[in-house]
């Protein structure tokens, strides 16, 4: 099987590409993970998950207070006073949320990563078919105009009519027309890979990038459970769950703890008749409660929380079924075109090399006319064509389930 792809890759004359930036699609995936944008902005967001975690247990701001004046006599006392008020939700609920928050960041930066190596693979191995296509229509050109070259002599000489020499000048234009076309889709591609990598410059593969790729066994839908976006659409019902909790926690009273430290001028001590100086201060403590008095508020938010995460386990459930369905597709997808890859492989190929020689060889030797040679031709050329574009599709059937397999 690989030996027939190489035989077909050394026929084919690919346009000579620089050798100097040519890179494998290990080397592309690696530079995409390092320089993309979106791959960046994901990793900040971890960060700014990790220091938001920090303010799990985030106290409102401590109350010192001074008391001065006659608040106890004609003598003029001073009271200090420290109060602190510690929200019911900084017990645990609030640092729930934020450890959540963390891991989501982490499977949404590992979704986009996957995302990122499925449009790698599925760019890459997509120019790799076009550069080989491109290799194909070469042949194809060349074929043509050496048909041409004999038309114009056999109708220069008399022994062929004019629409014998214009039909083949038509059909090498037609084939230039698709080289063109065929390079301006290069050129995309080229381009799209570069956006990929964030790089300055169109990136180079090797000339034999297009191989068909392994697959070991067709897996089944427990490998969506390493899918990383199945992963992150799970870890929102955890989130929404913590946030839920965090509501109900903010529905419950405020603490409020506090110290004070005053004096009391000129008060008599009624056990021993002391008199209470301004070197006597007198402290103590309080404890209380805040509570909410209007609670429809709190009562909106909780709610909302609750709807909030029968959503995320809704669109969990949603997101599971759709992978499992697109899963199927795929390995029916895979299926159809590994059967027709066997057929190309084992008969249609070793036919149009057979095909094009005879008919070469017929034609030369006044064997069969114009019209059964191009016939002949373009039979065989649809062969190769045809086998290019199954091997394009059965490789890219393979890098989709790959990517929602979770590319490991």
Known sequence: MKTI???????????????????????????????????????????LQKELKKTSIDLPKTNISLLYGQYNSFVN???????????????????????????????????????????????????????????????QDSIYEGFLKAASARYKSGEAYLLEETTAETQRNEVRNQLRLNESSITIMRTQLKTLLNSNVLPEIPQTSLSQLSFPEMPDTTVLLAN?????????V????????????RFAPDLI???????????????NGAVANRGNRFTGFQVGLAVPLWFLPHQGRAKAAAFNQK?????????????????????QQFTKNINSLAYYQTSALPNADLIIR?????????????????????????LREGYLQTLNEYNQSIIYIEYLSGNK
Do not use: W
């Not at 005879?358 to 050329?381: C, D, P, W």
């Open 228 to 236: 990383p976006s199945l992963a992150y659409m799970r870890q929102q």
């Open 5 to 47: 792809i190489i035989i077909i890759l050394a026929c084919f004359s690919f346009r000579t590409f620089a050798q100097s930036g040519k890179i494998t699609i290990d080397q592309a995936i690696e530079i995409a993970l390092k320089n993309n944008a979106g791959i960046r902005s994901a990793r900040y967001e971890v960060d």
């Open 311 to 331: 959503a995320a386990q809704s669109n969990y459930q949603y997101y599971q079924i759709t992978l499992q369905g697109q899963l199927q597709q795929a390995e």
């Open 257 to 271: 703890v506090g110290y004070f430290n005053q004096t009391l001028i000129d008060v008599v001590n009624t056990e």
């Open 77 to 139: 006392d001073n009271n200090f006073t420290v109060t602190q008020v510690i929200p019911f939700s900084a017990l645990g609920s609030q640092g729930a949320l934020n450890r959540s928050l963390v891991v989501s960041s982490e499977l949404k930066k590992a979704s986009t990563e996957n995302e990122l190596i499925y449009q790698v693979r599925q760019t890459y191995f997509q120019l790799a078919y076009l550069q080989t296509r491109h290799g194909l229509l070469i042949q």
């Open 238 to 249: 955890d989130v929404a769950q913590n946030r839920k909790r965090l509501e109900n926690a």
């Open 358 to 382: 005879q008919a070469q060889i017929a034609f030369r030797q006044g064997q069969i006319g114009y019209t059964e040679y191009l016939l002949s031709v373009k039979n065989a050329m649809n």
